[in-house]
């Protein structure tokens, strides 16, 4: 059995926070037809400029709540929220350019809704999958990468027994469990931290595991971590 936990450390920092989580199992990730997921992609655009409202990108509130998160635990220079990231892009007319089916997907929630969206292949996990504060040690190739860059002890990240699976909680992702066309098993995370969006999470999780369903079929299940429930099964 393959969990998914969330560790006291984290808690204790954010006692607030809630993450909806999407367990994708048999899926075709497969890309059929790509103009689909562009014209997903052009309408999620669209939608996203309501979290554009101030023209200085760090005055918007979506953005705000994880600029001032990532002050309370040790982050990487310059390192910014993975929706701050996709929303700079659209700020700037820059299209979010399509990967494959489960990455347009979740990039689509995230800038309906406005939070930070990510997922993993589950089959290349080794042991748990644990957001936690960093020992330091934990070995990381970044997206695109060649070297080690592991996390700076303290920081808050997503791991297995192997090493680190996404830094600074949810700003790069690792290259050893990125979800691909191959990919038939994944696990999404969508995550809050601010309490007055909470039934902004749910509907966004819902919307992510219903446009799996819908386009890329298997069994998906959904799932809220929060301090009550700091821990789910993944796989039996």
Same mark, same amino acid.
């Given at each position: 059995?393959?969990?998914?936990?969330?560790?006291?450390?984290?808690?204790?920092?954010?006692?607030?926070?809630?993450?909806?989580?999407?367990?994708?199992?048999?899926?075709?990730?497969?890309?059929?037809?790509?103009?689909?997921?562009?014209?997903?992609?052009?309408?999620?655009?669209?939608?996203?400029?309501?979290?554009?409202?101030?023209?200085?990108?760090?005055?918007?509130?979506?953005?705000?709540? /994880? @600029? *001032? %998160?990532? $002050?309370?635990?040790? &982050?990487?220079?310059?390192?910014?929220?993975?929706?701050?990231?996709?929303?700079?892009?659209?700020?700037?007319?820059?299209?979010?350019?399509?990967?494959?089916?489960?990455?347009?997907?979740?990039?689509?929630?995230?800038?309906?809704?406005?939070?930070?969206?990510?997922?993993?292949?589950?089959?290349?996990?080794?042991?748990?999958?644990?957001?936690?504060?960093?020992?330091?040690?934990?070995?990381?190739?970044?997206?695109?990468?060649?070297?080690?860059?592991?996390?700076?002890?303290?920081?808050?990240?997503?791991?297995?027994?192997?090493?680190?699976?996404?830094?600074?909680?949810? /700003? @790069? *992702? %690792?290259? $050893?469990?990125?979800? &691909?066309?191959?990919?038939?098993?994944?696990?999404?995370?969508?995550?809050?931290?601010?309490?007055?969006?909470?039934?902004?999470?749910?509907?966004?999780?819902?919307?992510?595991?219903?446009?799996?369903?819908?386009?890329?079929?298997?069994?998906?299940?959904?799932?809220?971590?929060?301090?009550?429930?700091?821990?789910?099964?993944?796989?039996?």
């Amino acid at each position: 059995m393959t969990r998914f936990v969330v560790e006291d450390d984290v808690w204790a920092i954010f006692p607030h926070a809630k993450i909806g989580v999407v367990v994708a199992q048999g899926i075709d990730n497969g890309i059929k037809n790509a103009s689909v997921y562009e014209q997903m992609l052009r309408e999620a655009e669209k939608e996203a400029r309501k979290f554009l409202e101030f023209e200085e990108l760090s005055r918007n509130p979506v953005i705000v709540v /994880w @600029r *001032e %998160a990532f $002050r309370r635990f040790k &982050t990487k220079k310059g390192a910014r929220c993975s929706v701050e990231a996709l929303l700079k892009r659209v700020k700037n007319g820059q299209h979010i350019r399509t990967i494959n089916p489960l990455v347009d997907i979740y990039n689509s929630v995230s800038l309906r809704y406005g939070l930070p969206c990510g997922g993993e292949d589950i089959d290349t996990f080794v042991g748990d999958i644990r957001l936690a504060l960093a020992d330091g040690h934990e070995p990381f190739i970044p997206l695109g990468g060649e070297e080690n860059d592991p996390p700076y002890e303290g920081e808050i990240v997503y791991k297995d027994d192997v090493g680190a699976i996404c830094r600074c909680w949810n /700003w @790069r *992702e %690792a290259q $050893r469990t990125m979800l &691909t066309e191959q990919t038939k098993h994944a696990f999404l995370c969508i995550e809050s931290i601010d309490e007055t969006r909470n039934e902004v999470l749910y509907q966004a999780l819902e919307e992510l595991a219903s446009s799996i369903r819908r386009h890329l079929g298997g069994t998906v299940k959904t799932h809220i971590v929060d301090i009550h429930h700091p821990e789910i099964s993944i796989t039996d």
